[in-house]
């Protein structure tokens, strides 16, 4: 008897539909397709009134801990959808908390897109996490949006 409400408890556990947490977190699909989104606005209305949307933590680039950023040509943040406090500092150089000098590989983006791996703040639950982001080249400005790894 016992026995049986173990495995059933068991079964019921394997099958139960995952916490809501995991729905809370972005995927690398969606952060592609965010990419693509601000790349798609920026083409229809331009750099001003793209780049104040993005800026907007309540408008259409952020998404649960998805966001967009914008590198110029400058190698400059001109655009962050989490952190506007970020606009104006340099990618050259930039690293994450284990040294690497992700922000170079981020300027380096390709016109096809690119993934670049780092640790980076989650700025939903403030915790230091693996993010991979989508970077993509275009006309100079990098678009990126990165998720965070499970």
Same mark, same amino acid.
């Given at each position: 008897?016992?026995?049986?409400?173990?495995?059933?408890?068991?079964?019921?556990?394997?099958?139960?539909?995952?916490?809501?947490?995991? $729905?809370?977190?972005?995927?690398?699909?969606?952060?592609?397709?965010?990419? #693509?989104?601000?790349? &798609?606005?920026?083409?229809?209305? @331009?750099?001003?009134?793209?780049?104040?949307?993005?800026?907007?933590? $309540? @408008?259409?680039?952020?998404?649960?801990?998805?966001?967009?950023?914008?590198?110029?040509?400058?190698?400059? /943040?001109?655009?962050?959808? $989490?952190?506007?406090?970020?606009?104006? #500092?340099?990618?050259? @150089?930039?690293?994450?908390?284990?040294?690497?000098?992700?922000?170079?590989?981020? /300027? &380096?983006?390709?016109?096809? @897109?690119?993934?670049?791996?780092?640790?980076? #703040?989650?700025?939903?639950?403030?915790?230091? #996490?693996?993010?991979?982001?989508?970077?993509?080249?275009?006309?100079?400005?990098?678009?990126?949006?990165?998720?965070?790894?499970?």
């Amino acid at each position: 008897m016992i026995k049986r409400i173990a495995i059933r408890l068991l079964v019921l556990l394997f099958f139960a539909p995952l916490p809501a947490a995991a $729905a809370e977190r972005g995927t690398a699909e969606e952060a592609r397709v965010l990419v #693509e989104k601000a790349i &798609a606005r920026y083409k229809a209305v @331009g750099t001003h009134k793209t780049f104040a949307e993005i800026n907007n933590p $309540a @408008g259409p680039f952020v998404d649960r801990d998805l966001y967009v950023f914008v590198v110029g040509p400058d190698h400059k /943040i001109i655009a962050h959808g $989490a952190d506007k406090g970020r606009v104006g #500092e340099s990618m050259v @150089g930039f690293k994450d908390v284990d040294g690497k000098a992700f922000g170079d590989e981020i /300027i &380096a983006a390709s016109a096809d @897109g690119n993934w670049v791996e780092y640790k980076f #703040e989650n700025f939903t639950n403030k915790k230091t #996490e693996t993010k991979i982001s989508f970077v993509k080249n275009v006309d100079g400005f990098v678009f990126g949006s990165g998720y965070y790894k499970p």
